[in-house]
C-alpha cells in the first residue's frame, strides 16, 4: 500500500464548477500537507500549504485537513480554464534536516470554457 | 526572482552514454533533490543532500549518483544510460531548518535511445 493514496483523474469539469481534489495518507506521522500545481512541462509550484490540522484559504482555493481521517483535500472554487493542469498532494513530517515530501501520483484537472 | 534551474529542458542521449543534469538555486538552500516523474508512478526520489559534499539514497538510487561540490548545485549523473532511465527529472530545494516546502525546477525531459 502506497503511503500516500490521490485518483489520477482525468477529472474534466465545465468552468465556474466547484472542484474538489482529495488525498488519503496511512502514516499518522506527517504534520506538513501541500498541494503543489503542475502545468504542461514545467516543475510542480507549491500552491497550498497546512501544518497540521485545519483549513486554509487563499482568493479561491481552501486546503483541508482531517488528520482523524488522513484525508486532505483542496477546493477550487469558481473554476477556470488557466486551472487545468496537473494537482499533487505532498506530506512530511516533522524532523529536522532534509525533510523528505512523499507525492500522490496527481491529479489531472481539466476545466472546459 | 528566486528559483531553481536546470540546465537543460529536453535532451536525448544514446544508450551507454555518460549523462549529467545540473541544477543550480539562488536560495542559499542547504538542502536538494532529485526526483523522477513517469506516468502512473508519480514522483520518486532519486537522491538529495543535506549540505556540500553530503548525499543520501532516495527510493531508487540505482543506475545513478550524485556530486554537490557547492551549496548551490547539485547534479544527477547517470553513468550509463539506459532506455528505462527516459523520464522527466526534476530538480528541488528547500531549507534546512524551517520547512516551508520545496522549490522546484522547470525540469529536464531525458530519452535514451
Known amino acids: 500500500q502506497k503511503e500516500v493514496e490521490q485518483d489520477p483523474g482525468p477529472l474534466s469539469v465545465p468552468e465556474g464548477a466547484i472542484v474538489s481534489l482529495n488525498c488519503t495518507y496511512s502514516n499518522s506521522a506527517f504534520q506538513y500537507f501541500m498541494w503543489y500545481r503542475q502545468y504542461s512541462r514545467k516543475g510542480p509550484e507549491l500552491l497550498m500549504y497546512?501544518?497540521?490540522?485545519g483549513n486554509k484559504e487563499d482568493g479561491r482555493f481552501t486546503a483541508q485537513v482531517d488528520k482523524s481521517s488522513k484525508y486532505i483535500s483542496l477546493f477550487i472554487r469558481d473554476s477556470q480554464p488557466s486551472d487545468s493542469a496537473t494537482y499533487l498532494c505532498a506530506m512530511s513530517r516533522v524532523g529536522q534536516g532534509a525533510q523528505k515530501l512523499v507525492f500522490g501520483q496527481g491529479t489531472r484537472l481539466t476545466i472546459n470554457p | 526572482d528566486v528559483k531553481v534551474t536546470q540546465s537543460s529542458r529536453y535532451l536525448v542521449k544514446r544508450t551507454g552514454e555518460k549523462v549529467f543534469l545540473e541544477c543550480v538555486q539562488d536560495m542559499d538552500h542547504e538542502n536538494m533533490f532529485w526526483y523522477r516523474q513517469d506516468p502512473g508512478l508519480g514522483l520518486r526520489l532519486i537522491y538529495f543532500?543535506?549540505?556540500?559534499?553530503?548525499?543520501e539514497k532516495g527510493d531508487i538510487p540505482e543506475g545513478y549518483s550524485v556530486s554537490r561540490e557547492k551549496k548551490e548545485r547539485f547534479s544527477l549523473i547517470l553513468e550509463s544510460a539506459s532506455t528505462n532511465q527516459t523520464s522527466m527529472y526534476l530538480c528541488?530545494?528547500?531549507?534546512?531548518?524551517?520547512?516551508?516546502?520545496?522549490?522546484f525546477g522547470s525540469g529536464t525531459r531525458l530519452t535514451v535511445v
Open positions: 528541488a530545494s528547500s531549507v534546512y531548518r524551517v520547512f516551508f516546502g520545496y522549490t
Open positions: 497546512t501544518y497540521s490540522s
Open positions: 543532500s543535506y549540505d556540500v559534499k553530503m548525499k
